[in-house]
């Protein structure tokens, strides 16, 4: 029997594996799920490793269910990783109270912020700036002669998009284009489970924002904010090197958002300025951790602790400040696309070297827990063909 109550980590890769090390290494027992071999299951943190059905799946909540029956889970929480275990469990969230405690809003809540459409509008009513965004019902109704080329066309719920699709997002340069676009989507999904938004003029200094907070009944307790300066894909990717920055002109427009949503837990919320009326407008919402939690760590937020404090019902010492100018890398995905980048001459070659002179947080390399980052060089392929 626990004499103290432990964590469930809900996907085991990088940012998993964060949030895996910040409970772990303060003396909390952790168990990891995941649906494949997964890279937290290699810590020394990870007590047990447990594969899981498709999170998307209603399965995936009897799983959990009888996981806790099966290991004596009573009272531990839940910390999702994923957006289609975030649905899942905000779908279940009563029934899974029974047994642990929960983060993750309800069902309600959630399908404001994963159906971007919804959280689009939301944002729209309460005057936090979004692209121009237009919502298409088939793929031979007519364009308006304003669309603003080049444009972005996305999945309302992203997961279920990419799966679909293979892609995060299609850009279209001109009607013919986006045509063409549609016509395809309209073969794997309904187009009107898509919308099409502007694409915000890049400048280079212009990089996607976070801000992320730890939020009670719609009231941010503490926040941080980090910029995405380089990814994969080139645009519109995942992190692969960012920096903590301060952006005070995101507080009002997320103490909005959040208060809308009434929302409680973790959340990060994604901006990107527009160069041509210097407005910070909203991309998206992720209602859980980010794969790069732990940056926000090494400042002075330890996110994955506060969630384990507030739900035991401990004191939170909510922090009011953070550490600025801290870097984050994930050599290797950032070595081989910013060597792609440099080539495509997307990246300037002394630019790329001088960020090396930096402090950086390694995302898989941590020196008292070293068997996750020989796992992911040995078993690369695999990774990401589960992924």
């Known amino acids: 029997m626990q004499t103290i109550s432990g964590a469930i980590i809900i996907e085991g890769h990088i940012q998993g594996l964060s949030n895996l090390r910040s409970l772990g290494e303060m003396g909390i027992p952790v168990y990891v799920v995941d649906r494949n071999n997964c890279l937290a299951r290699y810590s020394k943190y990870c007590k ?31 910390m999702p990783s994923n957006d289609h275990a975030v649905l899942t469990i905000s779908k279940h969230k009563t029934r899974l109270e029974e047994y642990y405690k929960v983060i993750t809003p309800s069902l309600d809540i959630i399908q404001n912020i994963y159906d971007k459409s919804r959280l689009l509008k939301k944002a729209e009513e309460i005057k936090v700036p979004v692209p121009k965004t237009f919502y298409f019902r088939s793929i031979n109704c007519s364009f308006s002669e304003d669309l603003p080329y080049p444009v972005i066309t996305k999945g309302r719920n992203g997961l279920t998009f990419y799966k679909a699709v293979g892609k995060k997002a299609f850009i279209a340069r001109d009607d013919e284009e986006l045509k063409k676009q549609l016509k395809r989507l309209s073969e794997k999904l309904d187009i009107e489970n898509t919308f099409t938004q502007e694409v915000i003029p890049s400048r280079g200094s212009n990089q996607t924002l976070s801000f992320t907070a730890f939020c009670v009944d719609g009231f941010i307790k503490t926040y941080w904010i980090g910029a995405k300066l380089r990814e994969h894909p080139l645009r519109f990717g995942t992190a692969t090197f960012c920096r903590s920055v301060l ?73 009011d400040t953070y550490t600025n100018n801290i870097y984050w890398i994930n050599y290797l995905t950032d070595i081989p696309y910013s060597l792609m980048a440099i080539l495509k001459g997307k990246l300037n070659l002394l630019s790329y070297i001088r960020t090396f002179k930096e402090f950086r947080v390694n995302a898989l390399w941590y020196k008292s827990d070293i068997k996750p980052f020989f796992a992911y060089l040995l078993l690369t392929s695999i990774f990401i063909k589960n992924r």
């Not at 399965?59 to 269910?65: E, H």
């Not at 909005?256 to 041509?276: Q, S």
Request: charged share 30%; with cysteine; proline share 5%.
């Open 247 to 319: 952006c005070e002109e995101l507080v009002e427009p997320s103490a909005k958002l959040v208060k809308a949503l009434n929302y409680t837990g973790v959340c990060e919320i994604e901006y990107l300025k527009d160069p041509r009326d210097e407005l910070y407008k909203l991309i998206e919402i992720n209602a859980r951790t980010w794969l790069w939690v732990g940056l926000a760590k090494a400042c002075g937020v330890n996110y994955p602790l506060l969630i384990y404090n507030f739900l035991n019902g401990k004191t939170v010492a909510w922090p």
């Open 48 to 78: 047990k490793f447990f594969r899981c059905p498709d999170f998307i799946e209603d399965s995936f909540a009897d799983f959990l269910l009888d996981l806790a029956e099966r290991e004596d889970l009573k009272g531990w929480i839940l």
